[in-house]
């Protein structure tokens, strides 16, 4: 079922004549007789003329109107479909792809979905030629929103959430829909990142934030300032899930996100980044566990999950140095991390307010020091340059932790056209399509403790389901190169996607 619309009904505008339509308004609130005949005697007397409203009557009357075009709003809304909206606020609606179908259901499902959805302080025309009133917030905002609506994600990841937004609109519209929310940035940036959650099924106990900048990394410093930030929270499943399940020994969920560092010479910096990650992930599973769990020396309270944009391909370092363990860099992964060694990024990014590239160019300039591609061919590394990435892998390989992609475990079982395609861990072939760029960035990632053995291939999803107490229930398909081709042009754009990347997300059901 769907509530049909036009424009002026989902566009928060001003009606064209109000002030005619306003006087043309009968006041209902007035029933006494005299007063409607002595009205209609001041009608005649004035040829036709009628007393201006007042400003208090007009604004009840916009008010009023205001009111019924947010409750229309919100009845297409709850149809999911969208179908009747106008064709500058659809978007493709993409399945939901079922593993074990017909399986009885005994633990909790929930869904999770991680998504970058283009900040809105970052788009440049230069960079989104094709894109025209796509770009627009009054009409992106809803798009998204109903995207939101459309998938019903239980926990959602967000990344470049313009802070204006989060604080004058997702906020709002979040909680409106059963949400709450928590936001995270770095001061000198406007946009940064957001984790939501559907209040009936989880509740906010502690958080965590991450500033890269400032983490430690062994004996690795940051090479250059990148402002990047993450957040992870721990939710404890509410008293509702918790009557489902009486007798389990879990709390909830701990779930992070993060938006990594941008640049195309960054890869050193964002696999140090990844590094983070995992080490902070390890740091709050174990303050929780001192602050809610009497500190009893068991590491599975808590269920970790941590989504985002990594910036990284799975065939490169910051992907492999997570999930491939333990890690050793070779062939192209090994020529792209020692290249970007010999970057030199600009003193100009330095201090807590930096410039950053993101929102005003790129300030390191090409030169004859300077490598002219991130991806070269070959790469002649230096001692020292071979060294630094040297430490790097002893680094990851010093931390018991490691990640498991969701995807990759469990794409080729329902979607084997696209999985693996340009990579050999299963991952599907792109989650990012711009102007000028295109390629698998976005995560969903489960994180385990890493008993320092073999753990170099993707696990199959038998394993992984067996090792873990959980079940992938679905996957949201995701379009291959081929399909997006034929569009024609980047993302966003009107009638298809919102963001130039696409949203992903997982089913999961825990056994508890």
């Known amino acids: 079922m769907t509530v049909e619309v036009n424009e002026n009904t989902l566009h928060n505008t001003e009606p064209a004549g109000i002030k005619n339509a306003i006087s043309n308004c009968v006041d209902t609130t007035t029933s ?52 009747n909206c106008p064709p500058e606020l659809q978007f493709i609606r993409r399945p939901l792809l079922e593993l074990h179908k017909g399986e009885p259901q005994s633990g909790f499902n929930f869904s999770l979905m ?40 239980d926990v959602i990841c967000l990344q470049e959430v313009d802070h204006i937004q989060y604080q004058s609109f997702w906020k709002e519209e979040f909680g409106k829909l059963g949400y709450e929310s928590q936001f995270h940035r770095k001061a000198s940036k406007n946009h940064g990142v957001a984790i939501v959650w559907k209040r009936e099924l989880f509740t906010l106990t502690d958080k965590m934030l991450i500033d890269y900048d ?69 740091e709050f599973l174990h303050r929780v566990n001192v602050l809610q769990n009497n500190n009893d020396g068991q590491k599975d309270h808590w269920i970790p999950f941590f989504c985002g944009d990594f910036n990284s391909q799975p065939f490169d370092t910051p992907y492999l140095s997570m999930t491939s363990k333990p890690v050793k860099y070779a062939g192209r992964a090994k020529t792209v991390i020692e290249c970007s060694t010999s970057y030199k990024f600009s003193k100009l990014r330095e201090g807590e307010s ?22 070269p061919a070959a790469f002649d590394a230096t001692p020292e340059q071979s060294g630094l990435v040297k430490k790097m892998e002893e680094l990851h390989n010093s931390l ?9 475990t469990g794409y080729n079982r329902v979607h084997p056209e696209n999985a693996g395609l340009d990579n050999a861990r299963g991952e599907p ?15 969903l990632f489960y994180i385990d403790s890493w008993d320092f053995s073999d753990r170099e291939h993707a696990e199959t999803l038998e394993d992984f389901e067996t090792n873990h107490s959980i079940k992938i229930r679905g996957l949201l398909r995701m379009p291959p190169k081929s399909e997006m081709e034929k569009f024609g042009h980047g993302q966003p754009h009107t009638g298809e996607y919102a963001s130039d990347h696409l949203s992903m997300v997982c089913n999961i059901e825990l056994l508890l």
């Not at 701990?254 to 696999?271: A, K, M």
């Not at 004859?368 to 991130?374: E, L, R």
């Not at 018991?400 to 990759?408: C, E, F, K, N, T």
């Not at 989650?431 to 960035?441: E, Q, V």
Request: glycine residues 6%; proline residues 5%.
């Open 400 to 408: 018991d932790m490691r990640a498991i992609s969701l995807y990759a």
């Open 32 to 83: 006494e007789p005299s007063k409607v005949k002595e009205n209609q005697n001041k009608k005649k007397k004035g040829k036709g003329k009628r007393t201006p409203p007042s400003p208090e009557e007009i604004a009840r009357i916009r008010e009023e109107r205001a009111t019924q075009r947010k409750a229309k709003e919100e009845a297409l809304l709850t149809q999911g479909s969208i179908t």
């Open 114 to 153: 991680t998504y970058n959805c283009l900040a809105q302080a970052l788009i440049r025309r230069k960079l989104f030629p094709d894109s025209g009133d796509a770009l627009k917030w009054f009409r992106r905002s809803k798009v998204l929103l109903y995207e939101f609506m459309h998938y019903k994600a």
């Open 214 to 282: 400032k983490e430690a990394s062994g004996n690795i410093p940051p090479r250059t300032t990148t402002n990047n930030a993450g957040l992870i929270l721990a939710l404890k499943f509410s008293d509702k899930v918790l009557k489902q399940f009486p007798n389990t020994t879990k709390s909830g969920i701990l779930i992070g996100t993060t938006h990594l560092f941008w640049h195309p010479f960054g890869t050193y910096e964002r696999t140090r980044q990844c590094y983070v990650v995992l080490n902070k992930v390890k």
């Open 429 to 443: 072939e792109i989650s990012n399509w711009a102007h000028t760029w295109n390629g698998l960035l976005d995560y």
């Open 354 to 375: 930096g410039a950053d590239e993101e929102e005003g160019g790129n300030i390191e300039k090409f030169g004859k020091d300077q490598p002219q591609t991130p991806v």
